[in-house]
């Protein structure tokens, strides 16, 4: 079992930055694989980054490439969303996830693919 609590959102206006984190309770957290997903009101929750536990696989979606950086820290059972040159169409309920694994290089963009969920962190863009 594992509890994920996200922080860091908030409003910003376009071209600002935020970091969020997601806390993870328990000693395993170097044995899950996580990500981050964002649901915008009236819109299919979508794959954003994801991690793997070397942090060696980092993959993003399109929208963010360049812009966002995903990092963990298994010391801390942390990992981070750094989310640089925002725009509003980023705006959005961010979540973290995490999946068990056994392989140090795996990650996936797939949500069905993860097992525990965070509640999520309001991000905000105003243009």
């Known amino acids: 079992q594992v509890l994920l609590v996200e922080s860091g959102g908030g409003s910003v206006q376009a071209g600002g930055s935020l970091r969020l984190s997601c806390a993870a309770s328990?000693?395993?957290?170097?044995?899950?694989?996580m990500g981050w997903f964002r649901q915008a009101p009236g819109k299919v929750r979508e794959f954003v980054a994801a991690i793997s536990r070397s942090a060696t696989n980092t993959p993003y979606a399109d929208s963010v490439k360049g812009r966002f950086t995903i990092s963990r820290d298994n010391a801390k059972n942390t990992v981070y969303l750094q989310m640089n040159s925002l725009k509003p169409e980023d705006t959005a309920v961010y979540l973290c996830?995490?999946?068990?694994?056994?392989?140090?290089?795996?990650?996936?963009?797939?949500?069905?693919?993860?097992?525990?969920w965070g509640q999520g962190t309001q991000v905000t863009v105003s243009s």
């Open positions: 996830a995490a999946a068990s694994t056994a392989s140090w290089l795996y990650v996936s963009s797939d949500s069905d693919d993860y097992t525990y």
């Open positions: 328990g000693r395993t957290f170097s044995s899950y694989a």
